[in-house]
C-alpha cells in the first residue's frame, strides 16, 4: 500500500514561488502514475497536474500549465510540484495522490481515479 507525505507549503505573496515535494512509499517498482490535486474552502477537490510512473509522461489543468510544473526524482521516490507567479486564487490545500497503473489527459486530474492520498500541505497566497 502506498505512503504519501507532502511537504514545502507555506505563506507566500503573490507573484512568489514556492515547491511542494510528496515522498512516495510503498510500491516502488510498479507502474503508477502521481499527481497533484488542491481544494480551496468550499469548492471541489481539483486535479493540478500528474505524472505517469517512470516515462514521465505529464497532464496539467489548462489553466495552470506554464506557471506550474510536475516532476519526479524516481530514485528519491518523490514527487515535486514547481509553482511560479502565484496567485491569491492558487490558495488551497494541496494533496499529493497515487494511484497503480497508467492514466492520461482529463482522466489524470479526476481525484475519483486515485487511491493513496497524503494528508495535504497549506499554500496560502496574499495579495
Known amino acids: 500500500q502506498a505512503q504519501l507525505v507532502e511537504s514545502g507549503g507555506g505563506s507566500v505573496q503573490a507573484g512568489g514561488s514556492l515547491r511542494l515535494s510528496c515522498a512516495a512509499s510503498?510500491?516502488?517498482?510498479?507502474?503508477?502514475?502521481m499527481a497533484w490535486f488542491r481544494q480551496a474552502p468550499g469548492k471541489e477537490r481539483e486535479g493540478v497536474a500528474a505524472?505517469?510512473?517512470?516515462?514521465?509522461?505529464?497532464a496539467y489543468a489548462y489553466s495552470l500549465k506554464g506557471r506550474f510544473t510536475i516532476s519526479t526524482d524516481n530514485a528519491k521516490n518523490t514527487l515535486y510540484l514547481q509553482m511560479n507567479s502565484l496567485k491569491p486564487e492558487d490558495t488551497a490545500m494541496y494533496y499529493c495522490a497515487a494511484r497503480f497503473g497508467r492514466c492520461s489527459g482529463s482522466w489524470c486530474l479526476d481525484p475519483r481515479n486515485f487511491a493513496y492520498w497524503g494528508q495535504g500541505t497549506q499554500v496560502t497566497v496574499s495579495s
Open positions: 510503498g510500491y516502488t517498482g510498479s507502474t503508477y502514475s
Open positions: 505524472v505517469v510512473g517512470r516515462d514521465g509522461t505529464t
